[in-house]
């Protein structure tokens, strides 16, 4: 069998995380239907792992659920961001002021219990703290991070600087519209593992994934 046929019959899902991935420099990635509903999967993977019980029981808490950002990160994602973070069974939990965020007030929800980070790109004053700074505090209480990147095309230098997953805009690699989560593959896979839960609502389906791989296999055609 040729590489291009063993990639035809792939399931959508598998063939769009391996053309993905390969672009971004990822161990994998997922298709979702949505940005939002990207964000939502990727909290759900964090909060829960591989573990099928926790899945089945979002969005109920049975478990440490806080996810830390910064106040000036909450913003609107087609609906607000905390709002897509409850969505998944967990609780946002907000850092510094809306213009300014000391990497100690990061550490003190790190410190309390957060989970993970979710940073997000262009969003916020100077006086935020960027991405190499909020990784490294995470990375201190050994949390991933989660980087909310829609399209600024620099989503493998966000996975280079350490973020665990990157949620960005299938559009922006020539797709149909539709949610990707690129990064870590174990990560990934938990978004995966999500199907059998809040993921059955949230992961795309098999024609938009399709669509995604064809456009990202054969960016020419663009």
Do not use: Y
């Not at 897509?84 to 309390?112: F, S």
């Amino acid at each position: 069998m040729t590489c291009d046929a063993a990639t035809a019959t792939l399931d959508p899902q598998r063939r769009a995380g391996r053309a993905v991935a390969g672009r971004l420099a990822a161990q994998d990635a997922v298709v979702a239907a949505s940005l939002p509903a990207a964000v939502s999967l990727a909290c759900a993977a964090l909060l829960c792992g591989h573990d099928l019980a926790r899945i089945r029981a979002l969005p109920g808490r049975s478990g440490p659920s806080a996810i830390a950002l910064q106040k000036g990160h909450a913003v609107t994602v087609g609906a607000p961001l905390g709002q897509l973070v409850r969505l998944a069974g967990a609780e946002p939990r907000e850092a510094g002021a809306v213009d300014q965020c000391l990497a100690a007030e990061l550490e003190a929800l790190l410190e309390a219990g957060a989970v993970a980070g979710l940073w997000v790109a262009g969003a916020g004053a100077p006086g935020l703290l960027d991405l190499p700074a909020f990784h490294w505090a995470c990375r201190s209480w050994d949390r991933p991070v989660l980087v909310l990147d829609p399209a600024s095309g620099n989503w493998a230098a966000r996975l280079d600087a350490g973020a665990a997953l990157v949620a960005l805009d299938g559009a922006a690699l020539g797709g149909p519209p539709c949610g990707v989560i690129a990064g870590a593959g174990p990560l990934i896979e938990a978004c995966r593992l999500q199907r059998h839960g809040i993921g059955a609502a949230l992961l795309a389906s098999d024609p938009v994934a399709l669509a995604l791989a064809l456009a990202v296999e054969n960016p020419e055609r663009g």
